[in-house]
């Protein structure tokens, strides 16, 4: 049976994977490749892993903006290849190209969960240069009104990750894949 689903799976070149930080793109894309036995990619680590130096760093040095020309290029490049389940950076979709790269290269699932619990899972994680302020639960509720509807934009399906183990949130994706498919 499972390879029967595998093989369905032509039709769909890519996962994409978008959603504020703190979501789970990272945890359930890892495990979501491992159970279609495709390739994982997760942008913010390409970035870093390409630039030699850690997204505070590009940030203080090259500004929001020097980061977000290299995310367009990174988010270019890995839509275009097949079988990979791509974890997106929290802010991907804020670019037009971004999202038109992903709406048109593959599946995309928006992985949400509440703000207490983004807090929750980001609050001593100082990687995130958006969220290094004194309030970043405001700073999260911010992003969150900003790219909530562009997340739903590109969005073939939307998946709570609150209250729920990785392994039920990839059956769940791939129980969506599968009834997608035509």
């Not at 995310?71 to 974890?87: F, G, Y």
């Not at 059956?171 to 894949?177: F, P």
Request: net charge neutral.
């Amino acid at each position: 049976m499972l390879t029967d689903f595998l093989l369905m799976l032509h039709a769909i070149p890519s996962v994409f994977l978008v959603g504020l930080m703190g979501a789970g793109k990272t945890t359930v894309g890892r495990r979501l490749a491992q159970a279609l036995r495709w390739d994982f990619a997760d942008s913010d680590h390409e970035i870093e892993r390409r630039a030699g130096a850690s997204i505070p760093l590009i940030f203080e040095l090259e500004g929001e903006a020097g980061f977000r020309a290299r995310e367009k290029a990174m988010i270019a490049e890995l839509t275009q290849r097949s079988a990979i389940v791509l974890a997106t950076g929290g802010g991907s979709v804020l670019n037009p190209d971004n999202r038109r790269c992903l709406i048109g290269r593959g599946f995309v699932v928006y992985l949400c969960a509440s703000i207490d619990e983004l807090v929750r899972r980001t609050h001593l994680d100082h990687n995130r240069p958006l969220l290094q302020t004194a309030d970043p639960r405001s700073r999260l509720l911010q992003l969150m009104a900003q790219r909530d509807a562009l997340y739903r934009e590109v969005a073939d399906c939307v998946i709570s990750t609150e209250d729920q183990p990785v392994k039920e949130i990839v059956g769940e994706i791939l129980r969506r894949l599968e009834a997608h498919q035509p």
